[in-house]
Nanobody, 126 residues
Framework: QMHLVESGGGLVQPGGSLTLSCTVSGRPFSDYVMGWFRQAPGEEREFVAS?????????YDDSVKGRFNISRDNAGSAAAFLQMSSLKPEDTAVYFCVANNQFPYDYIDFRRWDYWGQGTQVTVSS
């Protein structure tokens, strides 16, 4: 069984930065494509970013391009990261780390990802 644990969420002012981490255990980390989704109250889960096994391919939702960066550490911590900058109130959501052993063709669909963390709250407010 694969376990994903997110950390790094919190309260930040508009324009600020946060870095989320996702620690993986139970399966070889480098065998899995990683991603991030988010869900605001009353909304469906929406795709944020994804990264392939080696970190050579990254995908982003248009709403976060240029502000968020997804990365991974296959050699050491077996973790994925989401660096978020220039945060806006509309970025407020619970952020979920996800994993899959294949890069889903329709990767923006949350139903295509097999493994999920429990989520971490990010609140952008003054």
């Amino acid at each position: 069984q694969m376990h994903l644990v997110e950390s790094g969420g919190g309260l930040v002012q508009p324009g600020g930065s946060l870095t989320l981490s996702c620690t993986v255990s139970g399966r070889p980390f480098s065998d899995y494509v990683m991603g991030w989704f988010r869900q605001a109250p009353g909304e469906e889960r929406e795709f944020v970013a994804s990264i392939n096994w080696r970190g050579s391919i990254k995908k982003y939702d248009d709403s976060v391009k240029g502000r968020f960066n997804i990365s991974r550490d296959n050699a050491g911590s077996a973790a994925a990261f989401l660096q978020m900058s220039s945060l806006k109130p509309e970025d407020t959501a619970v952020y979920f780390c996800v994993a899959n052993n294949q890069f889903p063709y329709d990767y923006i669909d949350f139903r295509r990802w097999d493994y999920w963390g429990q989520g971490t709250q990010v609140t952008v407010s003054s």
